[in-house]
């Protein structure tokens, strides 16, 4: 992004800028003892984070938050959490099964799609409700539909592995217009044969962002 200087911070200046956010005006002993240090051990740190314009201070009065660098420290939060901490447990369905089996394994679980499986446990392709409504519209009999039928195949399917960025899964989620992504792990390069480790949707992201309002994004980094 132009103009964005991404300062980065350690983890200390962080717990200092949250500190600061929720408390503010705070003093610098006031600060020391939220993290049991003296205030000499701050020094650094609190100079840092007033010249990068995240904090400010008055005499008498102490520091406070200014969130002026917000974007470039949320940049920076979302560049360093992968896939493998934010993914969430994947639904997954046989390819023998009919699409209204599919319906109902989406309607137990409360998810919004569902991925396909062979008889080895690797993926083949997934359904999501707007398949199954096409199908619907049609007045076909789910039950006489095999599941394979109704599905987006393997060979279209847009994927992502667990040590990508989240940037990189919501670039594809918004350029291919999707609202989920299987989570795979390469079994066969030659084959492009995957095992599905978890799902990131929608869902997934909204919960990120509330979380990183909230300051709890230091969770996805454990």
Do not use: W
């Not at 600060?31 to 984070?49: F, N």
């Amino acid at each position: 992004m132009k103009g964005v200087r991404i300062i980065s911070l350690s983890n200390r200046q962080k717990r200092i800028a949250e500190i600061v956010r929720l408390e503010g005006p705070i003093t610098g002993e006031h600060i020391a003892e939220h993290l049991h240090v003296t205030r000499a051990a701050l020094r650094s740190d609190l100079a840092i984070l007033v010249m990068g314009g995240i904090l400010d201070a008055r005499p008498k009065v102490g520091y406070f938050y200014t969130g002026k660098n917000t974007i470039g420290m949320l940049m920076e939060e979302i560049s360093s959490i992968s896939i493998q901490n934010l993914q969430s447990v994947p639904v997954a369905l046989g390819q023998d099964k009919s699409a209204y089996e599919a319906v109902i394994t989406m309607f137990l679980e409360d998810v919004g799609t569902v991925f396909i499986i062979d008889d080895t446990g690797l993926l083949v392709g997934v359904v999501s409700r707007k398949d199954l409504l096409k199908v619907s519209i049609n007045n076909a009999d789910l039950h006489n539909i095999p599941v394979v039928m109704v599905m987006t195949p393997l060979s279209k399917l847009i994927v992502i592995s667990p040590e990508e960025s989240v940037a990189t899964a919501a670039r594809k989620i918004i350029d291919n217009e999707i609202d989920c992504l299987p989570v795979v792990r390469m079994v066969n390069s030659g084959k492009r044969s995957y095992e599905v480790v978890g799902r990131i949707t929608k869902t997934n992201f909204t919960r990120l962002l509330v979380d990183l309002a909230e300051g709890k994004g230091g969770n996805y980094n454990k």
